[in-house]
Antibody, heavy 117, light 109 residues
Framework: QLQLQESGPGLVKPSETLSLTCTVS??????????WGWIRQPPGKGLEWIGS???????DYNPSLKSRVTISVDTSKNQVSLKLTSVTATDTAIFYC?????????WGQGALVTVSS | QTVVTQEPSLTVSPGGTVTLTCASS?????????PNWFQQKPGQAPRPLIY???NKHSWTPARLSGSLLGGKAALTLSGVQPEDEAEYYC?????????FGGGTKLTVL
């Protein structure tokens, strides 16, 4: 059974970098049938695609976040990571790790990250 | 910036049928946008329902179906049950980028 588990600090200070890790179990992140990514949801609001990474290491990012986002993989640990720099209060959200197959077919449970001093 | 538009809210009676739609600011939605549909209940992660316009996941109820309708992606729920009350999101693909719709709050009343 595929499982995606997000982990990382739940509180980040303004102007600092948000870092999250998604540990994948039940599948290999180098499986060419799928790719991986991150989605966020501010409290009480809708969903926003942050970006995706393919088995080749190629990435696609949301144009509105591209200058601040980096998504990477650690194949030895079967993990996908997210870094978002220069955060502000508007970056407060639940961050979901996701597997993509013609869309999203699996989601992690989500990790709430609050940006506050 | 591409905008994907859904009905903000819809109400349906138990046992009834309702269709949710998903429109693109760039024009007609096609199969090349790989329309996806998700259900989200409070405090839970979104649950995938439909991918690539019409394809169901193994857990998707048979009474749910996806289609293209009048230039939009559509999700039809038949024989609606109280547990279908939730927020529904569509997701469209645009040449390397994915864009979510704003969501439809479905009330079963």
């Amino acid at each position: 059974q595929l499982q995606l588990q997000e982990s990382g600090p739940g509180l980040v200070k303004p102007s600092e970098t948000l870092s999250l890790t998604c540990t994948v179990s039940g599948d290999s992140i180098i499986n060419r049938n799928y790719y991986w990514g991150w989605i966020r949801q501010p409290p009480g609001k809708g969903l926003e695609w942050i970006g995706s990474i393919y088995h080749s290491g190629t990435t696609d990012y949301n144009p509105s976040l591209k200058s601040r986002v980096t998504i990477s993989v650690d194949t030895s640990k079967n993990q996908v990571s997210l870094k978002l720099t220069s955060v502000t209060a508007t970056d407060t959200a639940i961050f979901y790790c996701a597997r993509f197959y013609y869309g999203v077919d699996y989601w992690g449970q989500g990790a709430l990250v609050t940006v506050s001093s | 910036q591409t905008v994907v538009t859904q009905e903000p809210s819809l109400t349906v009676s138990p046992g009834g049928t309702v269709t949710l739609t998903c429109a693109s600011s760039t024009g007609a939605v096609t199969s090349g946008n790989y329309p996806n549909w998700f259900q989200q209940k409070p405090g839970q992660a979104p649950r995938p329902l439909i991918y690539s316009t019409t394809n169901k996941h193994s857990w998707t109820p048979a009474r749910l179906s996806g289609s293209l309708l009048g230039g939009k992606a559509a999700l039809t729920l038949s024989g609606v049950q109280p547990e279908d009350e939730a927020e529904y999101y569509c997701l469209l693909y645009y040449s390397g980028a994915w864009v979510f719709g704003g969501g439809t709050k479905l009330t079963v009343l």
